[in-house]
C-alpha cells in the first residue's frame, strides 16, 4: 500500500524524515519495503520550458510538418520541426529541449539533435499526453499570452514532489490500511519515543442536512451479511474533473483520477480506509436501495462489462427491479456515476469479511474495496466517513445534502473488553515495563482504562482493532510500541534437555530415503494436495465420494484433496514426455486424504476424515538408452519391486515377514501387495491400468509403487540396530525344480520353506521361471536356491538332506509342487 509523506502530514505534526518514518513504521508492525520520490507529474517536467513561436513556415519535403523558431529564452531561438496541425507563429508553448526525458508509461525517450526530412531540429514542442499533464494529442499546448518565456513548466505547473513510503500490510492491521491509520501509529510511537504530537481527524461539523425532502430509502434484507449500511443522497451535483488538489493526492499514490465525485470515494477510501461507492441516483429504481442476494444462476454486468453468473452466497446492492453492485466487491456497469449523473447516492457500509471474501474470490476480484472488506472493518466509523465524503463531494462537485442519512444497523458493535494483569504483561515480554508506560502506551493506542487495581486493568479495545481481542493480543501492541528492540538479552543462558520424536526420526529417514532414491537416478517432485476430483469418478479402489471436497474452490481442477500420489505424478509424466523426456524416475512425499461417511461418530467430530503420508515412485521409459556398454533395455515392474524392496531394507523392515501378494483392483492392470503378516498393507506397486494412463494422454507403460510412509515408521519405530559376526561355518546352497500351477507365487513358495525351516534356513531366492511347451497345461517350473547355514558348526548331508525332505513335502502338501 502506498502512503504519501505529505498527506501524511496533514494528520500529525512531525519533523522526521522519509527514511525516518520508514524505520519507525516498520519497527511498530508496518514494515515499509521502501521509500520513493515521486512528483505530481511522471519525470517532475524537469528539461521543459516555456517558449514563444517568434516564425512558422511549412516544410518544404512535407505536406504537414512546419519550421519554427522558438524563444525558449536563452541566447538564441532554437529552430524545431513540429508536426502539429494548430501549431502557429505567436504562440506560447511548452517545449522540450534537447536532453529532456519524457515518459510514456514505462518508456523512457530522450530528445535529441536530429533531421527530420533534411531539416536540423533542436527539441520539441509538446502535447498534453507527451508530458503526462493530459490525454489530449489533437495538437500542441498552447498557453495564455501573459505566460512567461523560459519559466520552467514544473513552476508553470506547480508540480509538487513528494515520498512515497511502500508499506506492506499484514493480514491483521487492517487499521493500518489508510493513511490516517498510519498516522495513528506513528503517533503512538512518537508518543512513547518523547515526542507526542496531536492526531488531526479532519472535521464532519460543518455537515448539515440542506433539503429535509425525503430521499432513496434503505432496506437491509441480510443482516449477518450487512451488519450495518449508512446512506445519503446529495441532489445538484456537476460531475466534471476533479482539482489540481485531488488529482494531485491520487496520482502521488499511483490512482488514475476519473471525476470529482469518483475520485472523492477513493480519495477517503485512502485517507481513513472505509470504501464507498457512488450511486447515480436517478438510477435507482423505486428510489430504494435493497441489500440482499440474487437466485443463484442470475445474471450480473460488473463494471469492467464482463457478465457474472451469480450463486445465492453474494450479497448484492439492488434497486426495486435490478441488481446494481457486488456489495463490497465490484460496481456494475449501469449504475456508476457519469458526466451526466446529477443526483448521487452516497454508500457507507460494513460487510461481513468472509462473505466478501468468498465472492471476491469466486469471481477472481481484487479491489481496494475487498482488500480492507474481507479483513474486517468498523461499524461505527461509517457515519463519520459518509459525512466527510459528502461534505467533500460539496465542495468538488456542489449540490444540496436532500433528506436524513439512511443508517441501518440493528446490532451495534461494542468495544471489545480485555482483562491484563502486569505479571502476564511482564512475563511475556520478558521485561518489566513501568505501569506508567503501559498506560502511556495503552493510551496513545486508543484503548481506554475502564477499571484498575494493583494486579491489572480492564480496558476497552476501539472496534477498528478488530485484531486485538485477547490479552496476549494487548500485550503485542503493548511491545511493538515499547520497541522491540529495547528488550535487552539476558546475560544467562538458559537451557533444557530434548529427545528425538517420532517426527524426527520420520524427517531423518525421509532424508535417508530420499538420497538413496536419488543415487538410483530418480528426481524428486512435488504436487499440489489439491487435485481434479472428476480423476475419481470411475474408480472403485478411490471412490469419488471418498473425496476430501473443498467447498468453495478455486477453480474444477483444483477441487478436492487427493486420495493418492498417483495422478499428480502422471500430469508430471505426461508434461516430461511431451518435452521428449520419457525415460522417467519419479518419486514424492506427500500427504493424501480420505473421507468415509461409515468412520462418522457423534463423539468425534472428524472421525470420519483421515489423513497418511505416503512415498510414491514412479518409472517409465528406457532403463538402459543409448550406451556403448550395454544394448537399450526398457524399465520393467521387476526394476521398479526391486527398488521397493531396497527402501524397505533400508528401513529395516523384517523381510521375512512381508508377504507380497497378487492385487486385483482398477488401478493396476497388474498389481502386487506389501502386507506384513499381521495383514497390515504396507503399499502396492505394479503396472498402471492402461485406461487411467490413456486418460492422461500417457501412450506407454508406467510403473508405480506406493507406500504408506506412516504404517513404515510404525513397523520399524521399535527397530534396534544389531550386529553379529560373520559365521565361521560354510552356508550351503540346495536347488529345486520345482513342477507348480501358474497361479502360484513366489512368495508362497518363500513362506512355506520358511516355516519349515526357521532356525538354519537363511535364504531363498528364485533364479528361474520356465513356461512353455514340455510342460503340461497350466504349469510352470520355478526353480529355487534355498540356503542353509549353521552359526555353531558345519552342516553334514544328513541335515542337509532331512530339512529339504521337509521342505519338498511341505510344498508337494500345499501347494501341489512336484519335481520335474
Not at 417 to 445: M, W
Not at 570 to 580: D, G, T, V
Not at 727 to 753: G, N, T, Y
Not at 800 to 813: F, G, H, P, T, V
Request: some cysteine; glycine content about 8%.
Amino acid at each position: 500500500m502506498n502512503i504519501s509523506y505529505n498527506w501524511l502530514k496533514e494528520y500529525l505534526d512531525f519533523d522526521l524524515q522519509p527514511e525516518e518514518v520508514s524505520a519507525a513504521l516498520t519497527s511498530i508492525g508496518l514494515e515499509t519495503g521502501g521509500v520513493e520520490e515521486v512528483q505530481t507529474i511522471k519525470g517532475g517536467l524537469e528539461g521543459l520550458v516555456i517558449g514563444e513561436v517568434l516564425t512558422c513556415e511549412e516544410h518544404p519535403n512535407s505536406d504537414h510538418l512546419h519550421i519554427t523558431t522558438v524563444n525558449v529564452g536563452g541566447e538564441e531561438p532554437l529552430q524545431i520541426v513540429c508536426g502539429a496541425p494548430n501549431v502557429a507563429a505567436g504562440q506560447k508553448v511548452v517545449v522540450a529541449v534537447n536532453g529532456t526525458k519524457l515518459y510514456d508509461g514505462d518508456e523512457v525517450f530522450t530528445i535529441k539533435r536530429s533531421k527530420i526530412r533534411g531539416v536540423e531540429s533542436n527539441g520539441m514542442i509538446c502535447a498534453e499526453d507527451e508530458i503526462g499533464i493530459g490525454t489530449d494529442h489533437a495538437g500542441i499546448i498552447v498557453l495564455p499570452a501573459d505566460a512567461v518565456v523560459g519559466t520552467p513548466a514544473k513552476e508553470y505547473y506547480n508540480v509538487k514532489s513528494d515520498y512515497v513510503l511502500e508499506v506492506d500490510i499484514t493480514p491483521n492491521r487492517v487499521d493500518g490500511t489508510s493513511h490516517f491509520g498510519v498516522a495513528r501509529d506513528l503517533a503512538a510511537y512518537l508518543k512513547q519515543n518523547g515526542k507526542p504530537t496531536a492526531l488531526k481527524r479532519p472535521s464532519v461539523d460543518a455537515f448539515k442536512i440542506d433539503d429535509e425532502t425525503p430521499a432513496i430509502e434503505v432496506i437491509v434484507e441480510n443482516t449477518e451479511a450487512c451488519p450495518r449500511y449508512s446512506g445519503v443522497t446529495i441532489k445538484g451535483v456537476t460531475v466534471k474533473e476533479s482539482p489540481e488538489w485531488l488529482k494531485n493526492r491520487l496520482n502521488i499514490i499511483g490512482l488514475r483520477p476519473i471525476n470529482n465525485v469518483v475520485d472523492v470515494t477513493n480519495f477517503v477510501l485512502h485517507e481513513m480506509g472505509q470504501p464507498l461507492h457512488s450511486f447515480d441516483a436517478g438510477k435507482v429504481k423505486g428510489n430504494k436501495v435493497i441489500v440482499k442476494t440474487q437466485p443463484e444462476g442470475t445474471k450480473f454486468v460488473t463494471l469492467d462489462g464482463v457478465e457474472r453468473t451469480l450463486t445465492d452466497r453474494d450479497l448484492m446492492i439492488c434497486n426495486t427491479e435490478d441488481a446494481m453492485c457486488i456489495g463490497g466487491v465490484f460496481g456494475g456497469l449501469d449504475s456508476g456515476v457519469t458526466e451526466q449523473t446529477t443526483d448521487v447516492f452516497l454508500e457507507s457500509a460494513c460487510f461481513h469479511p468472509t462473505w466478501i471474501r468468498k465472492t471476491a474470490r469466486r469471481f477472481g476480484l481484487n479491489t481496494d474495496a475487498s482488500f480492507r472488506f474481507e479483513r474486517g472493518l468498523d461499524a461505527n466509523n461509517t457515519i463519520y466517513v459518509l459525512k466527510r465524503a459528502a461534505l467533500l463531494i460539496q465542495e468538488v462537485a456542489g449540490g444540496k445534502i436532500t433528506g436524513a442519512i439512511q443508517d441501518v444497523y440493528p446490532n451495534p458493535v461494542q468495544p471489545y473488553t480485555v482483562e491484563l494483569t502486569y505479571d502476564k504483561i511482564n512475563s511475556l515480554i520478558g521485561k518489566d515495563i513501568p505501569v506508567e508506560t503501559v498506560k502511556s502506551i495503552l493510551a496513545s493506542l486508543e484503548m481506554e482504562i475502564v477499571s484498575e487495581t494493583a494486579e491489572g486493568l480492564t480496558i476497552h479495545v476501539p472496534v477498528y482493532r478488530i485484531d486485538v481481542q485477547r490479552d496476549v493480543d494487548v500485550i503485542e501492541d503493548i511491545l511493538r510500541i515499547y520497541g522491540y528492540n529495547n528488550i535487552e538479552f539476558s546475560d544467562s543462558v538458559k537451557s533444557n534437555l530434548s529427545y528425538k520424536t517420532a517426527t524426527d526420526r520420520s524427517y531423518e529417514l525421509q532424508n535417508l530415503i530420499s538420497e538413496q532414491l536419488c543415487g538410483s537416478g530418480f528426481n524428486e517432485i512435488m504436487n499440489n494436495s489439491l487435485t481434479r476430483s472428476a480423476y475419481y469418478d470411475e474408480l472403485t479402489t478411490y471412490p469419488v465420494s471418498h473425496c476430501v471436497m473443498l467447498m468453495n474452490p478455486l477453480s474444477a481442477d483444483l477441487n478436492g484433496m487427493r486420495q493418492t500420489l498417483l495422478f499428480g505424478g502422471l500430469e508430471s509424466i505426461e508434461h516430461n514426455a511431451k518435452r521428449k523426456n520419457g525415460n522417467i524416475r519419479f518419486f514424492e512425499f506427500g500427504n493424501c486424504y480420505d473421507y468415509n461417511v461409515e468412520k462418522k461418530r457423534e463423539d468425534a467430530t472428524l472421525a470420519e476424515y483421515s489423513e497418511d503420508y505416503r512415498l510414491g515412485m514412479w518409472v517409465c521409459g528406457n532403463r538402459v538408452e543409448n550406451s556403448w556398454a550395454h544394448a537399450d533395455e526398457k524399465s520393467s515392474v521387476y526394476e521398479l519391486k526391486a527398488y521397493v524392496e531396497n527402501i524397505l531394507v533400508r528401513l529395516g523392515v523384517n523381510m521375512k515377514k512381508v508377504i507380497f501378494g497378487n492385487l486385483s483392483n482398477d488401478i493396476y492392470s497388474t498389481g502386487v501387495s506389501i502386507t506384513t503378516a499381521n495383514g497390515r498393507e504396507l503399499g502396492t506397486f505394479g503396472i498402471v491400468n492402461r485406461k487411467i494412463c490413456k486418460a492422461m494422454d500417457i501412450d506407454f507403460d508406467v510403473y508405480y509403487a506406493e507406500l504408506s510412509w506412516t504404517l513404515l515408521m510404525k513397523d520399524t519405530k521399535k527397530n534396534k540396530v544389531t550386529f553379529s559376526e560373520i559365521s565361521k561355518f560354510p552356508a550351503v546352497k540346495r536347488d529345486l525344480a520345482l513342477l507348480l500351477d501358474k497361479s502360484v507365487q513366489f512368495a508362497e513358495i518363500e513362506k512355506i520353506a520358511e516355516e519349515s525351516e526357521r532356525k538354519l534356513l537363511k535364504e531363498v531366492s528364485l533364479f528361474d521361471v520356465y513356461e512353455g511347451k514340455n510342460l503340461p497345461a497350466g504349469k510352470k517350473s520355478y526353480a529355487v536356491s534355498f540356503f542353509l547355514q549353521d552359526e555353531t558348526k558345519t552342516l553334514n548331508d544328513k541335515q542337509i538332506d532331512a530339512i529339504m525332505q521337509k521342505i519338498r513335502k511341505n510344498l508337494e502338501s500345499k501347494l501341489g509342487a512336484s519335481l520335474r
